[in-house]
């Protein structure tokens, strides 16, 4: 049984920071992409960025330049430094892994979400 667990969302004025990290247990053999998404009430579910085990990234527009993803294989977690953040990035924050298991297939998992929130 495989578990992504997210924390580090919350309420933050404009212009401010905050980091997520979601860290992957259980009978983990290997994780290929992991990701973080975001969700608004009555829109679709939005990749924001992505890290793959070889370390390339890939980022939504709306984001370049102000995100940064990263991973720490041995702790199987990634992270997302959200700096200069707007209003527009107010969402539901959902943590994304492809991961090997014990039986050798490869399945993609989601975490609980995490709110972020930006508001003065």
């Known amino acids: 049984q495989v578990q992504l667990v997210e924390s580090g969302g919350g309420l933050v004025q404009p212009g401010g920071s905050l980091r997520l990290s979601c860290a992957a247990s259980?009978?983990?053999?290997?994780?290929?992409?992991m990701g973080w998404y975001r969700q608004t009430p009555g829109k679709q579910r939005e990749l924001v960025a992505e890290i793959h085990s070889g370390g390339s990234t890939n980022y939504a527009d709306s984001v370049k330049g102000r995100f940064t993803i990263s991973r720490d294989n041995a702790k199987n977690t990634v992270y997302l430094q959200m700096n200069s953040l707007k209003p527009e990035d107010t969402a539901v924050y959902y943590c994304?892994?492809?991961?090997?298991?014990?039986?050798?297939?490869?399945?993609?998992?989601w975490g609980q979400g995490t709110q972020v929130t930006v508001s003065s």
């Open positions: 994304n892994a492809d991961i090997r298991v014990a039986t050798m297939r490869t399945f993609g998992y």
């Open positions: 259980g009978s983990i053999l290997s994780i290929n992409v």
